[in-house]
């Protein structure tokens, strides 16, 4: 497994559902095991700092829209990923959008009726324990969603205040039921509600489950260099690990999931990719994949 959210939730998961699978996660940034500014979600701030090593800033180039400044994108780099520094905000996008990844874009089991159970086995909604709404949230699972702390008055009147402006959109008590839009609400976060920790995947997926996933490991400060690849077969990756380069073999599987910036760069490096930015970068070119690290948007 390459780093990143998804890579802490997969490799999890897998070294759970079957204990003879050898599971081995790189990551390029440092550990975050236990480190108050992980696990005190308020300290999202520090992570944005200019000489952050737990984040890593990618400059667009100069755009003559925006009268030819660049625009800084920041993105994690430390063990979880994004959920390990980001602000912790919990937004679920609307069903329509999960369908069209299927109906739109080809995706089949990409729809939103495969989706949603996924998005109940992840979280613990501790919201209104009382009032549960399971057809669109979970309770039992590792990341927990609050409110994560006091809501003060001035968060009251602003809801308030926006309600009366636009008098178009209620304020509604679940902004994230899939199907609610065109409203205001109080924004849930990924906050333990009990303890007021960050819920995040490197300590709810990984470093609570270590002592009875023995099958499962993890390197930090360990950069991906490229997949080694036999053909068009993944075999393994080649990285770096105290200034050495280190070869990690794979039996099974390799999966990337090194984040937006840092997935595209690893194809790339391994020969995978478009074929005129592949020859430009003297890479010999192992599979012509011309959307690879095109059609960056959003920012």
């Excluded at 919201?127 to 979970?138: A, L, R, T």
Aim: one cysteine or more; hydrophobic letters at 35%; proline letters at 5%.
């Amino acid at each position: 497994m390459i780093g990143g959210v998804g890579g802490c939730v997969v490799a999890g998961r897998l070294a759970a559902s079957d204990p003879k699978l050898k599971i081995l996660i790189l990551e390029s940034g440092p550990d975050v095991k236990e480190d108050i500014l992980h696990v005190q979600p308020a300290r999202f701030m520090h992570h944005q700092r200019a000489d952050s090593n737990t984040m890593r800033f990618v400059h667009s180039y100069p755009d003559p829209n925006l009268n030819g400044r660049s625009i800084q994108v920041a993105t994690a780099q430390c063990f979880g990923g994004g959920s390990s520094v980001n602000i912790s905000f919990y937004a679920r996008a609307s069903a329509s959008d999960y369908d069209d990844w299927e109906r739109v874009h080809g995706n089949s089991g990409w729809g939103f009726k495969d989706l949603l159970p996924l998005f109940r086995k992840t979280e613990t909604y501790q919201i209104n324990p009382n009032n549960k709404d399971e057809s669109v949230h979970g309770y039992s699972g590792p990341l927990n969603v609050s409110y994560g702390g006091a809501f003060t008055n001035i968060g009251k009147e602003y809801l308030e205040v926006v309600a009366k402006y636009d008098k178009s959109r209620p304020i509604v008590e679940d902004g994230n039921d899939f199907h609610t839009v065109d409203s205001f609400s109080r924004w849930p976060k990924w906050i333990d509600a009990n303890t007021g920790r960050r819920s995040d995947v490197a300590h709810y997926y990984i470093y609570n489950t270590q002592q009875h996933n023995s099958n499962l490991s993890y390197l930090t400060s360990s950069p991906v260099v490229r997949v080694m690849l036999k053909g068009k077969r993944a075999t393994g990756v080649e990285y770096l690990h105290k200034g050495q380069t280190c070869i990690a073999n794979a039996s099974r599987l390799v999966v990337v999931s090194g984040g937006t910036f840092g997935s595209p760069a690893i194809l790339e490096r391994s020969g995978i990719g478009k074929l005129d930015i592949l020859k430009k970068a003297g890479i010999q070119p192992v599979l012509d994949l011309p959307g690879i690290g095109e059609n960056f948007q959003g920012v």
